[in-house]
Structure formats: C-alpha cells, structure tokens
C-alpha cells in the first residue's frame, strides 16, 4: 500500500512554455502533499506544501507565480512550471503525507519528473 | 532553523564490510526520524523510522538505526553490506509539531563485490 505516482516521469519543453507534473495518491488520501526538487548528486529541498481545497504554502525564496500548485482532491496534487526556462531544469518528486496520529507523521514520495527546458 | 547534517558524502566499502553513516540533527524538542535510500534511477524508499519508543529501529534489508537524543543522532547501521547497497541515503527529520520533512544532503554508498 501507500503508493504514489507521478506523471509524466520525464518532459522536455521549450523555453518559455508552461508544464504540469501530477502527483497522485494511488491508494490512500492523503490531505497534504508536498512538492520538492532535488539537483543533481544534491538532497531534496522543499518547494511548497500543498493543502487540499486551500492554497499551497511556499517555501521562502520559491516563486509561488511560476511554480503553481493545485490540490484540488484527496489524491491529486500538480505542480505546473509557468515560463520555463532552462534553469527550472531539474528532478521534481512529489510525496503525499499519511498520519498515525498526532505528531507521527509519514511522507510516502512519487518516482519523480525529469524536466528539461531547452 | 532545523537543519540535518549527514558527514559522510561518499563512502567506498567492500562486500561484508560493516557499515555506519552519521546523521546529526538541530532540534531540541520532539522530532520524527527517518532514512531513506534511493536506489540507482529509482525513487526514495523508506528504510527506518523513528517515532518514540525503542530508540534502536530495525528496519528492511538488514539495516537499523539508533536514536541518541543526547548526541542528536540517528546513525545507520548495516553489519554486513552488499552490493546490492549501492545507493545514496538520505537522513530526514521533522521536528514534532510540523509535517514537513528536512533532508540531509546524502551519502552515496558504493559497494564493491
């Protein structure tokens, strides 16, 4: 159980065009997903939180106009990259949280989206 | 602000070697624990976890982790590795009153048979 997908696994677009990345809980709902973006032989930094039926809450210094985050349902979150431009260039993974309790918490995570603008 | 800190970049073992990777975290109150591997071209599978209770976690393929709260620590722990270890593992923490998950920045592991 708890499995998440992603799609597409991998997309290249021209520069200045908009991409949208789905995030889907296959198996569970999960009230909250999150978007990270990881660089190349780097860790995973946290892009936004994203609450289903409200707004995403951003990290600082992510760019809530260009990285637009829907939740609209319990087991769909997308991720839609305004403007690309080569530098959006990177892996994107989503994960989707399931909670034990109060305090335990778990982020199960997608395969990830390899974007490339070129 | 909570950071995770993971000293070993790049470790070089043989098969059957042990195995230990540090993780030191930056948090005084409750926190959740976890490691993750990333296997070659796959994506992130939890290894352990850590909520409360016994602080030495036994988690899938042999390995386990041990929670020093006084050493902010969560080290992972193999015996024995194996080729098919191969792979970069990543430290995470949150802290207790928020869901969001912070990473250290990997140890890629490589094993040689």
């Known amino acids: 159980g708890a499995v998440v997908s992603q799609h597409p696994s991998r997309v290249i677009c021209k520069s200045g065009t908009s991409v949208k990345i789905e995030c889907r809980s296959l198996d569970f709902q999960a009230t909250t997903m999150f978007w990270y973006r990881q660089f190349p032989k780097k860790s995973l930094m946290l892009m936004a939180t994203s609450n289903e039926g409200s707004k995403a809450t951003y990290e600082q210094g992510v760019e809530k106009d260009k990285f637009l985050i829907n939740h609209a349902s319990l087991t769909l979150s997308t991720l839609t990259v305004t403007s690309a431009h080569p530098e959006d260039s990177s892996f994107y993974i989503c994960?989707?949280?399931?909670?034990?309790?109060?305090?335990?918490?778990?982020?199960?995570f997608g395969p990830g989206t390899r974007l490339t603008v070129l | 602000a909570q950071s995770v800190s993971q000293h070993n970049h790049h470790v070089i073992l043989s098969e059957a070697a042990s195995l230990e990777l540090g993780c030191n975290y930056s948090?005084?109150?409750?926190?959740?624990l976890f490691w993750y591997v990333q296997y070659p071209g796959q994506h992130l599978q939890l290894l352990l976890k850590?909520?409360?209770?016994?602080?030495l976690v036994k988690g899938i393929k042999g390995f386990e982790a041990e929670f020093i709260k006084s050493k902010f620590s969560f080290n992972l722990r193999k015996p024995s590795v194996q080729w098919s270890d191969t792979a970069e593992y990543f430290c995470?923490?949150?802290?207790?009153?928020?869901?969001?998950?912070?990473f250290g920045t990997g140890t890629r592991l490589q094993v040689f048979p």
């Open positions: 994960s989707a949280e399931i909670s034990y309790g109060a305090i335990s918490v778990e982020q199960f």
């Open positions: 948090y005084g109150g409750t926190v959740n």
């Open positions: 850590y909520f409360s209770g016994d602080p």
């Open positions: 995470a923490v949150n802290a207790g009153n928020t869901d969001k998950l912070i």
